[in-house]
């Protein structure tokens, strides 16, 4: 499955080989689409089986018998946009600051395999509501997928619908991190309402007939007739993923903290600082940036923003769950780099989700440092 | 990062730390008194595990932010009388150092000192207070009802929302008049202004510990504790604080002022300004 990492070189070279530009990135899509009437089935919602799935990327060795995890225990991290009104250019701006957004989250996310997909969403008016591409790792396939989304930057009603694409997130994403205990990340990034409550025809239209049969199939039990809240989807979303909504516009807060509570939303003063927080968010989440180091790290990130703007992002993000995944009882097992598998792992039947045996480099490290932390050493 | 046998500094800082005995403990957190290189008591807050070092460091982030806010209002009234009667300072610890201590499980420990403080011996808890057979007397009360108002109302003005008040966590220093939030851990930032509802909770949760503190161990009942008309004027209002609360912390600290101004100025009443020694009743 390979083993290549987002680097900004790859980023460059893909931007020139898909002749991508700095503005409009998606302009060929937009025009493909509204003349087949048809997304991409990369983006498609209910392309490629609908479940998006986040696995790990292993090789095989040993004459097949065996498999190498070749870059880390997968991460996906997947971020929803608004496109509607003065959120337009918001795909334009994703793909200017993915390099930005990689070496932020590989900062907080050392050892980890990043995986990406980041959509966008309008309005249910819109011809298509929801751009919901595949989890991807290598630059080329992020970048492509960027361009293939199609933002009708309709302004429409004041609500808009995020939802569809929560929806999406919490019963429609199959993640190897979710089997072994830990969760991923989901970021809501808006500067409306949402609607509260999904329409069930909406979720036909958009994942196609199908939809609640993939749900079920995702293990997820699912009442068609009930009408769908958005607080219990948010809550289920909850159980596979750190999710966050991040609010341009702060006039909406209230709804937001209604729906998915108090800790969940973070005030974001433009999407251009979007990966920047993100980081910070995740490394708070992980434990590896803490509270104390949050000013610091942002100062760091983001070289133009002033001390008081700096603090009104601290003050926004010191409400979160922090330390979340640190707390999980498999949190600290994840498997690394080069750890084997005696099979493929499979996130459907739960197989071989292990390793059986450490890679070369951890054997190494641990012979080097073979005395446990004695009653003495630990006595603080 | 280095513990040097019973002493424990940061490599290349002037500051050395003395480890000392535990004095308290949690789930989350360990504390134990040190002693650093001018003889200061201080406490080492040591998480019990990695696991807990994001609640150690978000009580050292708002404990840096208490003191930055706080130090803007002295800078603003530093040339004037009005210096002495702000000092918000008094009210939360003094946060020292902050750290992860890799050859320590990678545990975070934050170094904390209580100002004007030199003996932790002078720092009680407010638990501790309860246990006395007859609690504190009305004066004594007094002063710690004013601080907590005055504390909570500094908060609530710097849109932190207490997490945690309770007496564990609020520590007296009676020679000084001291009273002190100490652990802020659990608070949240409300960047629209604490709810209504919110602040009164805190005025309410202030005013019954502070009831809790007059009773002590005892069995009396909050009115037999007087029989005089000054000091039932004073419970009625601690009282009404306890079981109404109120919007504003800032106006019921002010309120509560006015009326102790009123009681010290009838000469009817026993009540007098200017320092009252920490007494428990007799």
Redesign the interface.
């Known amino acids: 499955m390979g083993r290549e990492i987002f680097t900004r070189s790859l980023y460059r070279m893909a931007k020139t080989s898909f002749d991508v530009g700095e503005k409009d990135v998606t302009a060929k899509s937009y025009s493909q689409a509204y003349s087949t009437g048809k997304l991409d089935p990369l983006v498609d919602p209910a392309g490629f089986g609908v479940i998006r799935l986040s696995l790990p990327r292993v090789e095989q060795i040993s004459n097949g018998s065996k498999y190498r995890l070749t870059v880390g225990t997968p991460l996906p991290i997947e971020t929803r946009v608004d496109t509607t009104g003065s959120m337009g250019d918001n795909v334009d701006i994703a793909m200017r600051v993915l390099p930005d957004a990689f070496e932020s989250w590989t900062e907080v996310l050392e050892g980890y395999d990043i995986q990406v997909a980041t959509g966008i969403f309008g309005d249910h008016k819109d011809r298509f509501p929801l751009c919901r591409p595949q989890f991807e790792m290598e630059a080329a396939k992020i970048v492509k997928q960027l361009t293939l989304m199609v933002p009708e930057r309709q302004g429409h009603d004041t609500p808009e619908d995020p939802d569809i694409g929560i929806f999406g997130g919490a019963y429609l994403t199959r993640a190897y991190i979710n089997r072994i205990g830990l969760k991923g990340y989901d970021f809501t990034v808006t500067d409306a309402p949402g609607r509260g409550m999904i329409d069930q025809k909406q979720l036909k239209r958009v994942f196609g007939q199908d939809v609640f049969e993939k749900v079920k199939q995702n293990g997820h039990k699912f009442n068609e007739n009930n009408t769908i809240d958005l607080k219990d989807v948010w809550v289920d979303l909850l159980d596979r993923a750190h999710a966050f909504v991040l609010l341009v516009e ?1 006039s909406y ?1 209230r709804f937001w903290i209604e729906h998915v509570g ?1 800790d969940r939303v973070v ?1 974001l003063p433009n999407t251009e600082v979007l990966p920047q927080v993100q980081a910070a968010i995740i490394g ?1 989440t992980e ?1 590896s940036l ?5 000013s610091s790290f942002l100062k760091k990130v983001i070289s133009n923003y002033s001390s008081r703007e700096i603090d009104s992002i ?3 993000l ?2 979160i769950p ?2 979340a995944q ?2 999980l009882p498999n ?1 600290g097992k994840c498997p690394k780099k080069g750890d084997i598998f005696v099979g493929k792992p499979d996130v459907w039947d739960d197989t071989n989700l292990w390793p059986e045996e450490q890679s070369e480099e951890q054997l190494v490290h641990s012979e080097e440092n073979t005395d446990e ?1 004695t009653e003495k ?4 | 990062m280095k513990i040097v046998g019973n002493k424990w500094h940061k490599t290349g800082e002037q500051n050395e730390y003395q480890v000392k005995e535990i004095v308290a403990e949690n789930s989350q957190y360990t504390l134990r008194r040190c002693i650093d290189n001018t003889g200061r008591e201080l406490l080492l807050q040591i998480a019990a595990d990695a696991s807990y070092n994001d609640q150690l460091s978000k009580n050292a982030w708002f404990l840096t932010k208490l003191i930055s806010q706080s130090d803007k209002i002295q800078d603003s009234v530093e040339a004037t009388d009005l210096r002495q009667y702000y000092n918000y300072y008094l009210g939360f610890p003094e946060l020292c150092d902050s750290t992860i201590l890799h050859d320590q499980g990678a545990r975070l420990v934050n170094v904390i000192g209580f100002r004007n403080v030199h003996k932790l011996s002078s720092v009680i808890p407010l638990v501790k207070i309860w246990k006395h057979s007859k609690g504190v007397d009305l004066p004594t009360s007094a002063w710690i009802i004013g601080k907590l108002l005055k504390i909570i109302s500094f908060a609530h003005d710097c849109n932190i929302k207490i997490g945690d008040i309770s007496g564990n966590n609020i520590l007296i220093v009676p020679e000084n008049h001291y009273v002190i939030i100490f652990n802020w851990g659990n608070s949240v930032i409300e960047n629209g202004g604490i709810p209504a509802a919110d602040v009164s909770n805190d005025i309410k949760t202030a005013a019954k510990l502070v009831l809790k503190t007059i009773i002590g161990n005892s069995d009396l009942r909050i009115n037999e504790t007087t029989n005089d008309e000054s000091n039932s004027k004073y419970i009625g209002f601690v009282e009404s604080l306890a079981e109404v609360g109120m919007s504003d912390a800032r106006r019921a600290h002010q309120q509560f002022y006015e009326l102790i101004n009123s009681l010290c100025a009838d000469s009817t009443s026993a009540w007098q300004s200017g320092f009252h020694k920490f007494t428990y009743r007799t």
């Open positions: 702060s807060k108090k005030v708070l434990g803490l509270p104390t180091d949050m601290c003050e926004s010191i409400n922090i330390g640190a707390k949190f932390p050493d630990d006595w603080l």
